[in-house]
């Protein structure tokens, strides 16, 4: 008889997945999430369906010893693309070669600020402080920031660099001549203006000059707008068309039509400044990040939560969780979140969180185009949590024409360094990658084991593309009990590097090919020599016999998991009734993998 007439007569049957883009999905239990889904990923980039190896980290250069208050990309308007990155309170700045960093000089932040917010503005014209005319100006683009009120606001224009001097400078007849950026904190350049929270008040900027406030038309008393909690961020809404800032603080979202660029009209616009959502709220200002047209940030209410702008007119004050697919690391989240960490690059949103530590040990990576963008049915999904380092804040932008992506992290050896993400070589300075992925829990085997009937498994099968050198890989299974089994352990091998430069090339590329790999385990041992103690704790039974399984599939190096099958046999059941029972503690079931 044919081996698929054998395993039809016997009931053996197989269950597995692939293209997996549905992406990770903790929130749900493991049996019912979808087939093109898996429970967790960490370190692997879900593209096409594919599982792969996640890009690499590599250091850029040596970063100040202090602490690590903020990092920003800053292109003046006629110059190339700058990295400034603020460690107790000294503005460091990288162009050109990277991995060297010049000290900007004349400022001086408070050196204990938790963190120093920034924006870029652009200055175009200049008040003539002897009438109070303006007057255009060769238009450049400044860098503003702010230590949350301690010190004067800094500023740098590529060229110049200081403090702006709040003072207020009248004349007899109380008319404002000159007053430079308040002290304050979160920052935001909208509607052609600077807009700086000060605690729970809103300033705004003279129109096309960040480093002038002069101008006193505002819809409320005092020069300033005012809100009912202290401000934690501002951001603007990433739409095309009448952009508006959201103003956030740690319980509400306001919107401010900052699109209206004639001030003496704001206190007879009908609600210039109106609740958006009045029982969501913001952690932080690094929360908030802009990514294909959604702004994205992350709420003490809901999670992580997204504005899309493009349909505001039709949104209601409800607004719906992001991150359930996450819930595997959100649980173990610190409660203090004012460190998370966003960021974007391409189609990538990257939120960084304090995973069971105090420093932001997971980043969650959303990829909003898994299949290419010009597919039918393309969407976006989450791909797993990266790993390796801490952010505190990412940023990128454009270095001699191409995109790069940067993060400042504080290392689990207290070590700041500043990082580059998304290197091709898929390595973290040139070492392996350790990535791991959680199947969902298969219960569906054949037609004689299937459902929540009870089999028992017998070996696993997993299918890897795209290797490059070598990669050790592990196979571990368990049921919808007990912990992780070993199933199989294999090395795997496929040089790297380019084929002997002496051969003559034709139409085809001369390279060496990424190869594929199928590995099966071996049939799963029905021993109870050395069985984990612990694994009784569910249940009497042994864990190979259960109404499911799952696979953990974990690799060094450089691969992409295309796919993977478990093999079951139907187990008889019996027919008859249970008996009652109480049980007695301690029943303790670990965590880590079974060592048998």
Known sequence: MALAGIMRASGRGPAGSAFFVDGMSSSADPIFISDRSYRHGQNILNRGGVLRTRPGYSTVGTVAVGLPQALTYFRPLSGDGNLVEVISGRAWVRSGDLSLASLLPGIQLFSFAPSVYWASAVKSVEKNPADGTLQAVEPKRVLILQDGGFTRAAYWDGVASGHSDPTVVSDSAGNVLSAGIPLGGPIAWSGDRLWVAQKNKLFASDIADPLSFTENEYAGE??????????????????????????????????????????????????????????????????????????????????????????????????????????????????????????????????????????????????????????????????SVWTGTRPVEWASGLFNGLPRCFHLSVDSDGTNRLWE????????NSSPIECFVETKTHIDFSDKATGLDRKKIVFAEVTFTGLLGSVEVDCYWAGTRGSYHKAASFTLESTEGSIDSEVELTDEVSTYRAQQRRLKCPNVSYTTDGECTTCKVESDATDWIDTGFSLLIVWRGIAALQSYRLFCDPEQESSDGGKEFTETGPKILSGSVCSS
């Open 222 to 383: 005092g020069g300033f707008f005012s809100f009912d909690d202290d401000i934690v961020a501002l951001a603007e809404t990433p739409s095309l068309e009448n952009p508006v800032l959201l103003v956030f603080t740690a319980t509400k979202t306001y919107q401010i039509l900052s699109s209206i660029r004639e001030r003496a009209s704001w206190k007879t616009v009908n609600n210039f400044k109106s609740v958006l959502f009045p029982n969501v709220g913001c952690v932080s200002q690094r929360s908030v990040a802009a990514q294909n047209g959604l702004l994205w940030w992350y709420s003490p209410q809901a999670g992580l939560v997204n504005l899309n702008s493009a349909q505001q007119a039709r949104l209601s004050s409800r607004i719906t969780p992001q991150d359930t697919a996450m819930a595997v690391s959100k649980f173990n989240t610190f409660s203090r979140l004012d460190g998370v960490a966003s960021g974007a690059f391409e189609n990538f949103l990257l939120v960084s969180v304090p995973y069971a530590d105090l420093r932001n040990q997971h980043t969650w990576v959303y990829d909003s185009a898994v299949l290419s963008e010009v597919e039918q049915g393309s969407s976006g999904s989450w791909a």
């Open 421 to 428: 993400s998304f290197v091709s070589d898929r390595k973290d």
